[in-house]
């Protein structure tokens, strides 16, 4: 699906920063929030948002949004030359829309965070490899990055 995308207005930072928090305190499996477990909440939030904050201050952000409305996000990304720091879709438009419709000129070759929403971010980017292995007899498959990319943790790095 193609939807028009803009540069994230004044009104969608709070957004934007709201949903990039609560991914990381609930993602699915072994989930981000194992990396929180314990920390207190108030700082979590506090650093969390200087964290975003400086991430959209500095970075490349494109926001999708309903063709009949510009203020309805669909989804969003954060990235900067080659290099993905963050993307989200609303769940309603997962399957419908992924963030390679967001990056779709952006030739990504690195990313700077990891978690399982990572592999959710990856479907139908250029190069991503389906993993399929046998674990206690059953079948799990996961997205791998394309071959080349380079994982270069400092998501907590401002």
């Excluded at 991914?23 to 194992?34: D, N, Q, R, T, V």
């Excluded at 250029?126 to 399929?132: D, H, P, V």
Aim: charged share 25%; net charge neutral.
């Amino acid at each position: 699906m193609s939807l028009p995308l803009r540069a994230p207005k004044h009104d969608d930072v709070g957004y934007i920063i709201d949903t990039w928090r609560k991914s990381f305190l609930g993602g699915p499996g072994w989930s981000c929030a194992l990396a929180v477990k314990g920390c207190d909440s108030e700082h979590y939030f506090t650093e969390m948002n200087r964290t975003i904050r400086g991430y959209l201050s500095r970075c490349d952000v494109r926001v999708a949004h309903n063709p009949n409305d510009p203020d309805h996000i669909v989804g969003y990304v954060c990235f900067s030359g080659r290099e993905f720091h963050y993307g989200y879709i609303k769940k309603d438009f997962r399957g419908d829309v992924t963030v390679s419709d967001l990056l779709k000129d952006v030739d990504i070759d690195s990313y700077t965070f990891s978690c399982p929403y990572l592999e959710q971010l990856l479907l139908g980017l250029r190069g991503c490899r389906l993993e399929i292995t046998q674990k206690n007899g059953r079948e799990e498959r996961h997205w791998l990055p394309p071959e080349g990319w380079r994982f270069t943790p400092r998501f907590s790095v401002p």
